[in-house]
């Protein structure tokens, strides 16, 4: 079976700061990936996905990911945080074919200093 | 364009009573169908899909349960509550399985 792995549980950057959140996953064949965020006490939302080609996906509000097979990565990049960014993010997999469903990581809470 | 979403938001319930949480999903024709729930400082947990009218997977045996009655509806119930229910709910749908999921709003159930 399928799992990803978000090894930071809490990360805190300052504002203007650049970030990277970290997803890796285990599974042999090529998956999809995405990236939500959450706000608290809200639903998550997409921030971007990959299916297949371009390995660097731009995503909204300025987040950019990049796929990298050799490292079973899909790490979650911003050059500049906002205060607005602080949430829970996570990183989720899914297998091609039917019946999998997607497999979420623990996710990795974000917090921004001013 | 598609939206999804779920009621109550809040919900307060005294441990041993029963529980309904309702989906729907609109602007979009059979839809694949999931519960979610979050419980603090955790992560997502799958509890039921459905990929059609009354067809109901359960990834974790509890004393939830789920139904389809119509095709863009999905309802998470319980007969009798336990504390250990408590969390965040969340409904989403998907174009196909293993594909992007769009999640509701969520809804905040406390069993006191």
């Known amino acids: 079976a399928q799992s990803v792995t978000q090894p930071d549980i809490h990360i805190t950057v300052s504002e203007g700061a650049s970030l990277e959140l970290r997803c890796n996953y285990s599974?042999?064949?090529?998956?999809?990936l995405f990236w939500y965020v959450q706000s608290p006490g809200q639903g998550l939302q997409l921030l971007l996905k990959?299916?297949?080609?371009?390995?660097l996906v731009q995503g909204i509000k300025g987040f950019e990911a990049e796929f990298k097979r050799s490292q079973s990565s899909f790490n979650l990049r911003k050059p500049s945080v906002h205060w607005s960014d602080a949430a829970e993010y996570f990183c989720?997999?899914?297998?091609?074919?039917?019946?999998?469903?997607?497999?979420f990581g623990g996710g990795t809470r974000l917090m921004v200093k001013p | 364009s598609q939206t999804i979403h779920q009621w109550p938001a809040t919900l307060v319930q005294p441990v041993g009573s029963p529980l309904s949480l309702e989906c729907t999903v609109e602007?979009?024709?059979?839809?694949?169908l999931y519960w979610y729930r979050q419980a603090a400082g955790r992560g997502l947990q799958l509890l039921f899909y459905?990929?059609?009218?009354?067809?109901i997977s359960s990834e974790v045996p509890q004393n939830l349960s789920a139904s389809r009655p119509q095709d863009r509806q999905f309802i998470l119930s319980s007969k009798k509550l336990l504390l250990s229910d408590s969390g965040f709910y969340l409904c989403?749908?998907?174009?196909?399985?293993?594909?992007?999921?769009?999640f509701g709003e969520g809804s905040r159930l406390t069993v006191l």
């Open positions: 989403a749908w998907s174009v196909r399985v293993a594909g992007e999921l769009f």
């Open positions: 602007g979009t024709s059979n839809p694949n």
């Open positions: 459905s990929v059609g009218i009354g067809q």
């Open positions: 990959y299916f297949s080609g371009d390995t």
């Open positions: 599974y042999g064949a090529t998956p999809y």
């Open positions: 989720a997999v899914g297998v091609r074919g039917a019946g999998n469903m997607l497999t």
